[in-house]
């Protein structure tokens, strides 16, 4: 067995030290007066469409000679980040004055590009001793104009560095464009550009380890704390009110129903048994479509167990702002490593279920997420090559993730599906199940399972919906987010309102005499994701000023892959609690 385990340590570590966040090119941080610091230009975009990006140098900017191209980490590539060397120089502790690093003469099709990109909001983005610099490339003139036609375009010129040091470290960056120092490009006619830059240095107090502080404080600002704070006390009260109600009800309900049946036991033997006991033989009897039932489980553990490992990360701080790539490396290594948990979650569960393909059942549980997500991939890569957007991944970084997947994940699955075929756990069924199913009794239209996955989603979904916006905000926009202890308490409360509310409508299911509740439960207990997809229409039209197709493709692309994989991870949270609890009731009463 050490074997396997040491190949596999070597294989995380291996991963993480490919795939981990290249630092700049120095990389203690230090320097002496005129030393070189490191400053790359990344990528410029429309300010509302976070994943149309573009190289900096497809704008016609000043290309300067030798021109460089930084090697970058797969979690970099992912975030849609090209690094190049930019062309100002800004060694240590040098100030310039309105100095001139290019004149250029803009054709008619390079100042209509410029128009294009002043119009729509372009900014630009660049890294200093990495430390992110923004700024705007242009502005509009509107002056109370109504008519476009009418409007102004201005291309920024001077760039106005100041950079704050302690000691030989860069601390703290700021870019200012020069409000006066404008190239106009309403016309479609030849422009004279000079492009200039100015760097003042100035000292600071404030130690090299503190220095992100700036970015992580953004989010914990008081009146944002306040909404995040009002948020979990809401979602609290929710819980407590849902938690307090459901288990008075359920108790008392269960309560008279033990000594009810426990009565019944007692009085004549002839006598019809009524509600969930009336079912017991047929409660156990195994879902229909035993292997998809199994994959969704196994893809729902591995999902969850993903979620948590995310969660310990961001709590020991490994996902500070503008750690570039660290969270789409994380999800990559952490998903590949975990693939085993999904193996042998399905692959026991079909064996309990006495399933006998269980080859097949594998295959299923392997294509169950990644399926749907590499569809959407190739489509939404194949949008961002005919933009030529940076959010297409090169060719290498693709077969760097297939070779992963084929050399990490599978392998892992499949040694996870044969451990799981070998573990011959048998289902602990409290009662026999009969040979032939009761029939069902017809039931009213409310207790069919679109109306109760509603009920059973919206709950959940009200407990999470305000720090929802926050996580929006800050992955399909520029709100920087890092109150991860709060999110996770969020986490917490979804899965605790999932797993009563599944509980619960199991509850009333059986009652009713309705045994098909493994699906159900299942269903409901994942209805959330349809609630936050749902959420992500109000969000695009009401809350974000996000357009142009390949955004919208984008955004409702991986919205729904991310939708997706809730609903497995919360419909396996939800089965597993239905499961607890119905054994729990069955066991607890005697059933012939």
Known sequence: ?????????????????????????????????????????????????????????????????????????????????????APYKLNFRDEKDSETYCKKKLSREEVEQFRRAVEKDYYFQMYYDDLPIWGFIGKVEKEGKSDPTEFKYFLYKHIQFEILYNKDRVIEINARMDPHSLVDLTEDKEVDAEFMYTVKWKETETSFEKRMDKYAMSSSLPHHLEIHWFSIINSCVTVLLLTGFLATILM???????????????????????????????????????????????????????????FMLSLVGVFYPYNRGALFTALVVIYALTSGIAGYTASSFYCQLEGKNWVRNLLLTGGLFCGPLFLTFCFLNTVAIAYSATAALPFGTIVVIVLIWTLVTSPLLVLGGIAGKNSKAEFQAPVRTTKYPREIPPLPWYRSAIPQMAMAGFLPFSAIYIELYYI????????????????????????????????????????????????????CGGSTGLFIYAYCLYYYYARSDMSGFMQTSFFFGYMACICYGFFLMLGTVGFRAALLFVRHIYRSIKCE
């Open 252 to 310: 008392r309900v269960l309560k008279n129903d033990f000594m009810k049946y426990a009565q019944d036991e007692e009085a004549a033997d002839d006598q019809e048994e009524t509600g969930w006991k009336y079912i017991h033989g047929d409660v156990f009897r195994f879902p229909k479509h035993k292997s998809l039932f199994a994959a969704s489980l196994g893809s729902g553990t591995q999902l969850f167990t993903l979620t948590i490992f995310i």
């Open 472 to 523: 929006f905000a800050s992955v399909w926009g520029h709100r920087i987010y890092t109150i991860y202890s709060i999110l996770f308490i969020v986490f917490i409360i979804l899965l605790i309102v999932t797993a009563f509310i599944t509980v619960a409508l199991t509850y009333f299911q059986l009652a009713a005499e309705d045994h098909e509740w493994w699906w159900r439960s299942f269903l």
């Open 1 to 85: 067995m050490r074997t396997p385990t040491t190949l596999l340590l070597f294989l995380g570590a291996l991963l993480f030290s490919a795939a981990g966040i290249v630092r700049s090119d120095a990389s203690d941080h230090r320097y002496k007066e005129g030393d070189s610091v490191p400053l790359y230009a990344n990528k410029v975009g429309p300010f509302h469409n976070p994943s149309e990006t573009y190289r900096y140098f497809d704008l016609p900017f000043c290309v300067p000679e030798g021109v460089k191209d930084k090697k970058e980490a797969l979690g970099e590539v992912l975030n849609g980040d090209r690094l190049v060397s």
